[in-house]
């Protein structure tokens, strides 16, 4: 008996895989685009499982096998190589027609053959192939297969069509065979809705769509299933044509995210979410999805999809290259800027140790001159101590007012009228001025000045404090003043 449920995954990825035949519009959340992000980075460890079986399966084709054996064989590999690697698809299943030998093997291994020559853009020839097998009249459980492949092939013949006759042509037949298809799987079943909502999409019926494949989810489990990618972006597909980029963002991320877990290398959805995002002006995550999207159409030998994608990725990588220019400009700038700031930050310091260096040697200098200047008050107030010694007090009045004979008159200009600055006859100073004369000449303990004047200490605070309450203005002040005349 012939196994021949490797067709069904065929209807359930390719239905959806080719029922878009333009870009995208919509949005999902940045958390869901992080998700996408992580699967692209680790879509290599996804391979391995599909690797292994591929070993599996080589390893018993190397065993002994009767033909039927080696047919089934072929029949897995083809399987689990499609959306994978086309070449090695083709491979299998060109083995896969040499070994057919009943007219049910000669006509699946037929159509399997017409679908990898339509996956690799060869209509004509794929149609040559289809026609072929029904030289005998086609097996009841082949006319899904058959019905999908034929609607398939006119829906990509209507998408690469270059004519408006040949466009609707090409519509009128696919739209044919979506009837086909939607009698030939029972009612309720996955790929009768999803047909179903495929037809309602064609005819502008968009929430008639919606509605069939949110029924149909709320009865079946679709998240994580093979189902899902197909599932999500028929919803981004019509999500889209109503103008809900974010909805179709969304549901094409969660299909790119279930293609590649599922190691599949021939998808739509990761190159129609690239076109979005690049729409909006995300540039740098539109020509990372395009560039995976490339690298994995290169590696699994989809020529349409490589086909496609030598249109949209130069555009694409144009836009992110002039972007890398712009921010490279910045970044020149910018590092322009720090070295001017620290050529001037530098050239500051070096000012600011230069003032420092010249602050230093002033400081150095006023503290010379400071001490030279305590020197000489500690000498001018020796010397002004033996001079007092030696004369009288007549003399020291004399002698200051040769050297100052403006002081009285200064000084009766610093205090109030009323005060009481008298002098005995026969003297030029009295006892407060002689007090204020020392403190002009910088002497101002109050004990040095009672020694020099051979007074008692109190008799010089009395006098002190007499002083400035006579004075005008800030009392605290008036010695200062004393001192500056």
């Known amino acids: 008996m012939i196994d021949i449920t490797h067709i069904r995954p065929l209807f359930l990825y390719l239905i959806g895989l080719l029922l878009m035949s333009c870009g995208g519009k919509g949005g999902t959340e940045e958390a869901l685009l992080e998700e996408l992000d992580r699967c692209i980075e680790e879509r290599a460890a996804y391979y391995a499982p599909r690797e292994h079986q ?3 399966l080589q390893a018993l084709l190397a ?6 054996e080696r047919f089934e064989l072929y029949g897995r590999l083809v399987e689990t190589y499609r959306s994978y690697n086309l070449d090695s698809q083709l491979y299998y299943t060109e083995q896969r027609m040499l070994l057919a030998q009943t007219p049910f093997e000669k006509q699946v291994s037929l159509l399997n053959y017409a679908e990898v020559l339509m996956r690799s853009g ?7 192939y289809m026609d072929s097998a029904l030289q005998q009249p086609l097996d009841p459980v082949l006319e899904p297969y058959y019905s999908h492949l034929h609607r398939t092939l006119y829906g990509l013949m ?5 004519t408006e006759r040949e466009r609707q042509t090409y519509s009128a037949i696919t739209q044919h065979y979506r009837e086909q298809m939607m009698e030939v799987h029972p009612a309720g079943s996955f790929l009768h809705e999803l047909v179903r909502a495929d037809y309602l999409y064609e005819q502008q019926l968009y929430d008639s769509a ?4 949110e029924t149909y989810e709320q009865v079946h489990r679709v998240e994580g299933q093979y189902e899902e990618p197909v599932f999500a972006v028929t919803r981004a597909q019509i999500y889209r044509a109503i103008g809900n980029r974010e909805k179709a963002k969304h549901y094409l991320a969660i299909s790119a995210i279930a293609d590649l877990r599922n190691s599949i290398r021939e998808y739509i959805a990761l190159r129609e979410l690239a076109v979005l995002l690049y729409e909006e002006g995300d540039i740098d995550r539109a020509f990372h999805y395009m560039q995976c999207a490339a690298q994995d159409a290169m590696s699994g030998c989809a020529r349409v999809r490589s086909i496609e994608m030598s249109i949209l990725y130069p555009v694409v990588e144009e836009a992110h290259l002039k ?3 712009k921010r490279q400009y910045w970044m020149i700038a910018m590092i322009v800027s720090v070295l001017v700031i620290a050529a001037m930050l530098i050239i500051f310091l070096a000012y600011r140790n230069r003032q420092h260096r010249q602050l230093a040697l002033l400081n150095s200098r006023l503290a010379l001159s400071n001490e030279a200047l305590r020197q ?3 000498i001018k107030t020796v010397y002004i101590g033996r001079y007092m010694k030696m004369t009288t007090l007549s003399d020291f009045d004399d002698a200051f007012l040769e050297l100052f004979p403006d002081f009285v008159a200064q000084v009766k200009d610093l205090l109030v009228p009323e005060s009481e600055l008298r002098i005995k006859p026969k003297e030029r100073l009295n006892t407060d001025l002689r007090v204020l004369a020392l403190i002009h000449l910088g002497i101002t303990d109050s004990r040095q000045i009672a020694d020099f004047l051979r ?5 010089i605070y009395n006098s002190r404090t007499r002083m400035r309450n006579w004075a005008k203005g800030d009392r605290d002040e008036f010695e200062q003043k004393i001192a500056a005349l």
């Open 63 to 68: 065993e002994p096998c009767s033909a039927n």
């Open 376 to 378: 000489s008050n500690r």
């Open 323 to 325: 972007l890398m220019q």
């Open 122 to 128: 060869m209509y004509h020839e794929t149609i040559l």
């Open 54 to 56: 591929v070993d599996s």
């Open 455 to 459: 007074y008692s200490l109190s008799t």
């Open 158 to 162: 209507e998408d690469f069509a270059i």
């Open 210 to 213: 919606l509605h069939v494949l």
